[in-house]
Every structure is written in C-alpha cells, then in structure tokens.
C-alpha cells in the first residue's frame, strides 16, 4: 500500500509538470481552410501534435480568422502569434527579396522554381531571422494566371480594368498594364468580384477554383507568370524557448509539410483548371500577342527589381540562369 501510495503520488507529479509544460500555438493562414496550403498546414499541426505527445499543440485559424492575411507577419514577428503562414512576396516593399519568386517569366514551371529556391530560400531565411522570425518550410503556388472578367487578348484590353493586387510586383503590373490596382487580401476575393469591386486578377487556378470565381468572371489565360510560396515561419524567442526534443520534431514535421504541400501543388494544378473549365469558365493559353506584350512588361519588371535588390538579387538571378 506504502509502494502503490508513492506510486500515485510520483505519477500525480509527472502529469502535473507534463501539464505545466504543455503549450497551444495558433496558427493563423490567409486561405480558406479548403485550399491545400491550409490542408497542409492542419497536417503539419496534427504532425507536431502528435510528435510531442501533446506538449505543443499546433492550431490553424484558416481564412484570415484569427488575424487578417497582411497582419499575420506582423503579428508572429511581435509574438501575439507564436507561428504563422503568408505569402512572402505580399511583403516585397519591406525586401525585395520577399520578391524573389515573383519574378515575371523568371521561371515558369516546378522544377524551374525549385532550381531557384534551392539558391534563393537560405536568403529570404536569413532575411526573416533578422525580422525575429525563424524560417520553417515554404510550399509553392500553382503558376500564376489571369483572370478576366471579359475576353482579354491584348495589353491594350486591359487598359482600365479593376485589377486585384496583393503584392508591389502585382500592383506595378497593374500600372504598366493600364490597368487599376486594388489591393485585396485572399479572404476577400469573392466579395470583391460579387461588388464590382475588382474585375481581374493574376493567380493560380487553386485560388480561382477555391473561391469559385467562375461565379463573377468568365476568361483565365494560362501564362505561368511566376510559381509564388507560402512561408511557415516561428516567432524567433518562441522557437528558441523550446527544447531540442521539440525543435527536432518541428523540423521532422516541416520537412514532411514541404514535400507533401509541393506534391499537392502539382496535383492540384491541373484538378483546378478542369475546375474552372466545369464552373463554365474558358480556360486557354494567352494570345501570342498577350504574351509578347507580358513578356516585354515581365522584362522592365525584373531590371526592377534587381534594381531594388542590388548585388544580393542580382547574385541569385545570374547563379540560377548559369544552372540553367
């Protein structure tokens, strides 16, 4: 009875100090909880979850829930959020390296993006660390294109146009286009096609598919513009306040994430253009006039930005071309 008593009482004292430990983070992403971003995200929680036995639980708030797709940087950075996920391109006016992989034309398919992150990512890592936030794993988008309310075979088409931006890049493609930049984050993409609002974008055909624009615009135009990614990063004293245990279960959990949400990617790039094709929308390559002009555009914005990004862009630009 003495053992079983002391027993007890050594296993009462455990799972007080296991509960003592045990900590929540909230997770907030952009995207509807649907979209494979936010699917991956749910996966990489359980995963970290169930790693620790529960001593960190991971918690997504999906579609700008718990804190609005431009305040989620932010938020991580100054702690009121522990974790969180962005697209980093969105914060390209804070550097120009956040606009690495929204080069126009820089690179057009997935592998070509993975060729270019493998230089670019270990940059916009240390970019984000001097932000106080600890890089964890980034997906790619589906290549990005555009989106019509009316037939478009010109830049001159264009000219006018209410035109959703979420990015410097987006919005200076706007104004060279002739077309009218408004800014509105991803959660609220279908209001502002239902209110007139905006009547275009440039986007992948997950995001088109995901907030069934179909609805409101009638033309996407396949010109694989660029491939953007969704960055996971961790507030930096949160990820330093936890033990090795955990960090090694964290990054076990992001590598799967990376793998898994890239894989997805690619599935869902074609899933979605029969997508929007079945919600009765035409879907076709750009005109080859449409494209000679985009290109021409996609070269002033590059010397752009190598411009903004100095010897640093400029490094990762020329060793990418020289792999290639």
Known sequence: MKHMKTLLATSAIALAAGAASAETWDMPMAYAATNFHSEVGANFGKCVTDATGGNLEIVTHPSGSLFPGNEIKRAVQTGQANIGERLISAHQNENPLYGVDSIPFLVSSFDEHEKLWEIAGAKVAAALDEENLHYLYSVPWPPQGLYFRDEVNSVADMKGVKFRSYSTATARLAELTGMLPVQIEAAEISQAFATGVADSMVSSGATGYDRKVWEHLKYFYIVDAWLPRNIVF????????????????????AAAAKAEGLQRSKDYTQFTLDGLKEGGMTVAPASDTLMEELKAIGATLTEEWLAEAGDEGKAIVDAYKAGN
Do not use: E, I, P, S
Not at 234 to 253: H, I
């Open 234 to 253: 961790v507030n930096k004293d949160a990820w330093n306040g936890l033990d090795d245990a955990t960090k090694a279960a964290m990054n076990d959990c």
